[in-house]
């Protein structure tokens, strides 16, 4: 299972961000891959630190044209991903996320639905990587009140079985949700306006998978396998 979590949103009546706008459980095979795409991907990422954004706004923050961001923001609108805000002027409409977070399964027994969950889990993945390679690879870059202290990787790796890795998983996620998740001390701070003037976005992530390209132990291999019956050992 993948999850994202993506701030609250305000709502046309009010300025302040709105509680338990809830979660989406992606299981429309037409949905998940009208979101598997790049630029409506980023066009949430845009939302999620702005709050709202017009067509145009979106446009300067991407560096894609306005006529691009409003096609792609009106098809997540269809999909139900975002809606207009309210409060626009002529034909520039706001736009925000409906939602506080996102969760999809990979593993499906509906091919159409496991198949659309891998692309988006692409799509989703490479933007997380590419942002963590590059932070972490050009920390000289941070701002100068940031230090080893305040961010970094640390990786541990454990040999365990399926339901030791799925315990392991359930609490690591259960700390993470406590510190970090939707309802989390600074979740005001989804507000733009209430952010201290030296904020900065910080990302966290929690990742767990099994490694597919270990390589094998001495004496391991397949040459070393007693002969299947019928063959005999050369």
């Given at each position: 299972?993948?999850?994202?979590?993506?701030?609250?949103?305000?709502?046309?009546?009010?300025?302040?961000?709105?509680?338990?706008?809830?979660?989406?459980?992606?299981?429309?095979?037409?949905?998940?891959?009208?979101?598997?795409?790049?630029?409506?991907?980023?066009?949430?990422?845009?939302?999620?630190?702005?709050?709202?954004?017009?067509?145009?706004?979106?446009?300067?923050m991407l560096g894609e044209s306005p006529a691009n961001c409003a096609f792609h923001l009106r098809t997540l609108a269809k999909y139900g991903f975002v809606e207009e805000a309210g409060g626009g002027r002529g034909r520039e409409?706001?736009?925000?996320?409906?939602?506080?977070?996102?969760?999809?399964?990979?593993?499906?027994?509906?091919?159409?639905?496991?198949?659309?969950?891998?692309?988006?889990?692409?799509?989703?993945?490479?933007?997380?990587?590419?942002?963590?390679?590059?932070?972490?690879?050009?920390?000289?870059?941070?701002?100068?009140?940031?230090?080893?202290?305040?961010?970094?990787?640390?990786?541990?790796?454990?040999?365990?079985?399926?339901?030791?890795?799925?315990?392991?998983?359930?609490?690591?996620?259960?700390?993470?949700?406590?510190?970090?998740?939707?309802?989390?001390?600074?979740?005001?701070?989804?507000?733009?306006?209430?952010?201290?003037?030296?904020?900065?976005?910080?990302?966290?992530?929690?990742?767990?998978?099994?490694?597919?390209?270990?390589?094998?132990?001495?004496?391991?291999?397949?040459?070393?396998?007693?002969?299947?019956l019928g063959e005999e050992s050369g």
């Amino acid at each position: 299972m993948a999850s994202e979590e993506l701030p609250e949103r305000g709502s046309p009546q009010s300025e302040g961000p709105v509680r338990g706008r809830g979660r989406l459980n992606l299981t429309d095979p037409k949905a998940i891959r009208a979101l598997a795409h790049p630029v409506r991907w980023a066009l949430l990422e845009a939302l999620g630190q702005a709050g709202t954004l017009t067509a145009t706004q979106a446009s300067e923050m991407l560096g894609e044209s306005p006529a691009n961001c409003a096609f792609h923001l009106r098809t997540l609108a269809k999909y139900g991903f975002v809606e207009e805000a309210g409060g626009g002027r002529g034909r520039e409409r706001p736009w925000r996320q409906t939602y506080d977070g996102m969760n999809w399964e990979t593993r499906n027994p509906d091919p159409q639905l496991s198949s659309a969950a891998e692309a988006l889990d692409q799509v989703y993945m490479d933007r997380l990587m590419m942002r963590a390679r590059r932070s972490l690879g050009a920390r000289r870059s941070w701002p100068a009140a940031f230090d080893e202290r305040t961010g970094g990787a640390s990786t541990t790796r454990m040999f365990v079985t399926a339901e030791e890795a799925r315990e392991l998983h359930d609490q690591l996620r259960e700390t993470f949700e406590r510190v970090v998740g939707t309802h989390h001390r600074y979740a005001d701070r989804r507000d733009p306006k209430l952010r201290p003037p030296d904020a900065v976005p910080v990302e966290f992530v929690l990742l767990g998978y099994p490694i597919l390209d270990a390589p094998p132990l001495p004496g391991s291999d397949e040459d070393d396998e007693e002969p299947a019956l019928g063959e005999e050992s050369g």
